[in-house]
């Protein structure tokens, strides 16, 4: 078995916008170095100042150097029957899988990630950079930062990982059924092996614990694999990959609360990664206030987030639509509702539809009788309904209330329990913040499975 010991300096810290300054490669027969390739690659950009700070590879050092189409053939006939080793070993592949793929040639080796051996044979160590775990190992690195130094220093980790290897953990990784080597570099096997095949919420988090990703899934475990999976090369998720160190879960009786717990636990943490879900914000809602004059209005407007609202909408029309039905059956005032605006009197009153609040006929006592009306009127054609599903166990099933248009909350019940009224469901139910898209979410569900919806 050959191993191709690899190490490589770039531009910046994602292959898709960066390129190749220096490459390594050490072939490794599993005891010692039998054959080295280097090169200085000349990028075709810039380097940047602060990567020469760190490498010392210039741009008058590379000027002159093979750009790497050059060399693509022979760096392909080095690696492409080997298994791939390297310090972090998915950095350094996508590099030179783009820029093989790039030059004609399809790079598919398997990988050795020598960050995750290490942590595996040779666990207890505080750090597992390459400078510092070859400091604590006694392994001298000459030329720090520079891709044959680096190589070198990979290359005698790789032959004591080989040598202390009990547990044969190397061949584990290396079976074509093992996806070890598509994990991030700081997220151990164990916290994938612990994940539930079942709906839930899973949370990605950082070295200090902190929340960086949040997603829903109908199976937790299968989501979270396919993260790692791809050759996706963007900085973005580049340095996702490199952040995450462990992950959590919830786990929901159903996907529809998978979906829902996901949306509120984006808003209630706002992880950096999460993009979608933040840019959905509720956007109109029915108001009611009390004028100078002392007359309740009603109105339609864009949504206030420290004002409650009546009732809230997708769109302006809806908002419309449904205060035209109250003015309708409740003879309110068209100016009052802020539906005519231009106009001295409403054409309601013009019509005797109106009693004549917009033009000072009508009291404000009178007309607030019938604003409240309406308002409990809307309240009786919004729907009051729970939505029934599969719990986490047979000892339970869950349920979601809807009350009058709006999401109440979400738990478990047992299975034995008759869903009688909403305020026996209220004192078992978790509340959550209601809004347009997690009720959409609701009514898409019921849609599709009408038999789990039980008006109450």
Not at 53 to 61: A, K, R, V, Y
Not at 322 to 345: G, S
Not at 402 to 420: A, H, R
Not at 430 to 447: A, G, V
Request: glycine content about 6%.
């Amino acid at each position: 078995m050959l191993y191709a010991v690899v190490d490589i300096e770039t531009t910046g810290g994602f292959a898709s916008g960066n390129g190749i300054t220096e490459i390594s490669i050490l072939v490794h027969d599993g005891q010692e170095v039998v054959d080295v390739f280097e090169t200085l690659i000349n990028p075709e950009q810039d380097i940047p100042p602060y990567i020469e700070s760190l490498t010392g590879i210039s741009n008058d050092m590379v000027m002159a150097a093979p750009v790497f189409k050059d060399v693509a053939a022979q760096i392909y006939e080095l690696l492409h029957d080997k298994i791939f080793v390297a310090h972090n070993v998915n950095f350094d592949f996508s590099f030179i899988r783009h820029q093989l793929m790039q030059s004609g040639y399809e790079l598919n080796s398997r990988k050795l990630c020598t960050v995750r051996l290490s942590r595996k044979i040779l666990p207890g160590h505080k750090s597992y950079s390459l400078g510092k775990l070859c400091a604590a190992l006694n392994i001298s690195v000459s030329n720090r930062h520079r891709a044959g130094g680096d190589a070198a220093a990979t290359a005698i980790l790789l032959t004591r990982l080989i040598t202390e290897d009990a547990e044969n953990i190397i061949a584990q990784t290396l079976h074509k059924f093992s996806k070890e080597q598509a994990l991030p570099p700081n997220l151990s096997r164990s916290q994938i092996d612990r994940l539930p095949s079942v709906p839930g919420v899973y949370y990605f988090k950082d070295q200090k614990g902190k929340v960086i990703y949040i997603g829903k899934a109908k199976n937790i475990k299968k989501r979270v694999c396919t993260h790692f999976t791809g050759n996706n090369i963007s900085k973005q998720r580049q340095d996702f990959l490199q952040h995450i160190y462990t992950v959590d879960f919830e786990v929901c009786g159903t996907e529809l609360m998978a979906f829902i717990l996901e949306a509120t636990e984006i808003k209630r943490l706002w992880p950096e990664n999460n993009r979608a879900l933040k840019r959905h914000e509720q956007k109109y809602g029915l108001y009611v206030f009390e004028d100078q004059k002392g007359y309740m209005r009603l109105m339609v407007d864009k949504y206030k987030k420290q004002s409650p609202a009546l009732y809230s909408f997708n769109t302006q029309l809806e908002g419309y639509d449904l205060l035209r039905l109250l003015i309708k059956e409740h003879l309110l005032c068209e100016k009052l509702c802020f539906i005519q605006k231009n106009r001295i009197a409403c054409t309601h009153h013009e019509e005797g539809k109106c009693s004549g609040a917009c033009v000072g006929k009508e009291s404000a006592a009178a007309y607030n009788v019938r604003v409240k009306y309406a308002i409990e009127y809307l309240k009786t054609i919004l729907p009051t309904f729970v939505v029934m599903g599969e719990g986490r166990n047979e000892d339970e099933k869950s349920c979601l209330l809807v009350e009058q248009g709006k999401f109440y909350g979400m738990g478990y019940i047992s299975p034995n329990t008759d869903v009688e009224g909403a305020e026996m469901l209220k004192s078992v139910l978790q509340p959550y913040p209601s809004d347009d898209y997690i009720l959409n979410l609701i009514i898409s569900h019921i849609q599709q499975f009408p038999q789990r919806k039980v008006v109450i």
